[in-house]
């Protein structure tokens, strides 16, 4: 498990947007490319997507199934993959903007091999998410004409 989260400089509706802009996910998630919704909706529980991930040298395919979506607070996913387990995010109002809070829960393939591989991966791990969340705090404290 990785947790990490931020306080940004702006409403919790604003973070929302850039949470499931989903096309545009590797503005602040560098470790990912290629994002495509795979169903014939694009919002709410149920919704699916894929994308390429690379961490520590290793590179997949995710496809994400969203199983909890309550705007603009909480937001999960369910990782079917290769690498399965969840993702929630917390928006929270704060007065100074909000307070995003990010779980990835990750279970690895291959059993004993893949917790032991996991141990060492999670340090990686923990540094791409805390970058994840900086770059997103940036582009949406970003002014208006930058976006």
Do not use: N, Y
Not at 28 to 46: D, K, P, Y
Not at 120 to 139: H, I, N, T
């Amino acid at each position: 498990m990785v947790e990490t989260a931020v306080e940004i400089a702006a409403p919790p509706e604003a973070v929302w947007r850039r949470l499931v802009d989903w096309e545009h996910l590797d503005a602040w998630m560098r470790e990912a490319s290629e994002f495509q919704v795979v169903t014939s909706h694009r919002e709410g529980v149920g919704v699916e997507a894929r994308a390429k991930i690379r961490i520590a040298g290793i590179t997949t395919v995710d496809t994400v199934r969203v199983s909890r979506w309550e705007p603009p607070g909480w937001f999960e996913i369910e990782h079917l993959g290769w690498v399965k387990g969840s993702g929630l995010m917390h928006c929270r109002p704060t007065p100074a903007g909000t307070w995003l809070w990010w779980r990835e829960t990750l279970v690895p393939p291959w059993g004993l091999v893949g917790w032991v591989g996991m141990r060492f991966l999670r340090p990686a791990m923990g540094w791409v998410f805390r970058r994840d969340v900086r770059l997103l705090k940036a582009l949406v404290e970003a002014p208006a004409k930058r976006r």
